[in-house]
Structures are given as C-alpha cells and as structure tokens.
C-alpha cells in the first residue's frame, strides 16, 4: 500500500493478518498506522509469505482498535502530518529535476524491491495502472539481475545500465536503502549525461527516505 510517499505492507495467511510493515514500524503498530492514511493506493502481492508473525490479534479486534485511535486523532495532527508528506514528497520531486531535464529522458520514478511505486515523474503521470505495472516490472528486472549476479558470485546489483533497441535504462539502488531510482529514456538520451544526473541526486534523495 502506498500513500503520497510512505509504504506500508501487511500479510495475511489463511484469512488472518500475521505481519504489517510501514517505515521503521511493525506489527499492530505499523497496521494502526496504515490505517490512518487518507486515501492511498494498494497492489495484491499473492505467495508472499511474512518472514516473523508479528500480529496475534484477530482482524475484527484489529480494525475496531484501528477505528478508535482514528476516532481519537485530532484534526491539527492529521492536517500537520499531511503537510509535512506534501512538502516531502515535493522536496524529492525536485531531486529528480536534473534527471528529468536531461535529453531523451521520459520517465524517472523511485521504487522498492517489491514493485511499489514511491514516486513517479514522466508521461505516465496520471496513468495510475500503467505506473504500477511499470513498478511491477522493474520489481521482476531486479530479481532476475539479483538471481543472475548471484549466480556469478557477483553480490546483489548497485548500478546498472542497459542499451535497448528503442532506448535506455539506467537504475541505482539508493545506499542503505531498499529503494532504487530508475530512468527511462529514448533513443536520444545520452547515458553519460544521465548517469552523472542520477549520481548527483542520490545523497539528496537519500536523506528524504
């Protein structure tokens, strides 16, 4: 589930919601929390198995838990805190102005491992599917790299740069950080240009994480 810039997961097995993980929460704490967001969007990941069982309660008690401590927020809270995600997640939009001012670049967007989108810039701007879909993809780019580099007793991909047919594609895992930057562009982008872009973006990115 993603939410402006935040990210929140939360596992079910046999009907029963085992695990939730939000930021630098989890379990009940990090489901109460999702579950104060305004709004959102959610994508179904199925066969994903939490790796610990943090939740004991069953879901009933947890969304009337979750539906007090909504009750009892106070309107000056949820005001400050959306405030505080806008300015954010326009802070880390504007991280990626050299990326998207470079030539041939049509897309640029920052993802987790799983495929969720954390923020988008490009021209699929208010296509909400087709940004998830892209999100998707990249998630299973990444796997099949880990898997092959793995193999190659290589460690798990950092930065990588793919020439296409049609264009380009240039991803950086943010340091310490399950997220990833990836770049889109045309036949006319010049990989230099965006490879020094992206490289100078990162620390600003990363300290907005």
Not at 19 to 48: C, D, K
Request: glycine residues 8%; charged residues 25%.
């Amino acid at each position: 589930m993603t939410c402006d810039d935040q990210l929140g997961m939360i596992y079910f097995q046999e009907g029963n919601i085992v695990h939730a993980e939000a930021g630098h929460l989890e379990g009940e704490s990090a489901f109460y929390h999702i579950m104060r967001w305004q709004g959102g969007e959610f994508t179904v990941v199925r066969n994903q198995t939490a790796l610990r069982e943090t939740i004991k309660r069953g879901w009933q008690s947890l969304l009337l838990e979750s539906m007090r401590r909504v009750d009892e927020a106070s309107d000056l809270a949820k005001v400050e805190a959306k405030h505080a995600r806008v300015i954010r997640q326009n802070k880390l939009r504007a991280q990626l102005n050299p990326i998207m001012k470079s030539q041939g670049v049509e897309h640029g967007f920052l993802h987790n491992k799983e495929g969720f989108i954390l923020l988008y810039r490009g021209k699929l701007a208010k296509q909400t599917d087709a940004i998830s879909s892209l999100g998707n993809q990249m998630a299973d780019c990444v796997k099949d790299l880990e898997k092959t580099l793995n193999f190659l007793n290589g460690g798990a991909p950092e930065f990588w740069e793919f020439q296409l047919k049609k264009g380009i594609v240039v991803s950086c895992k943010i340091p310490d950080e399950e997220a990833y930057l990836t770049v889109l562009g045309s036949k006319k982008a010049r990989s230099k240009e965006i490879r020094n872009a992206i490289r100078s973006c990162i620390p600003g990115i990363k300290e907005l994480l």
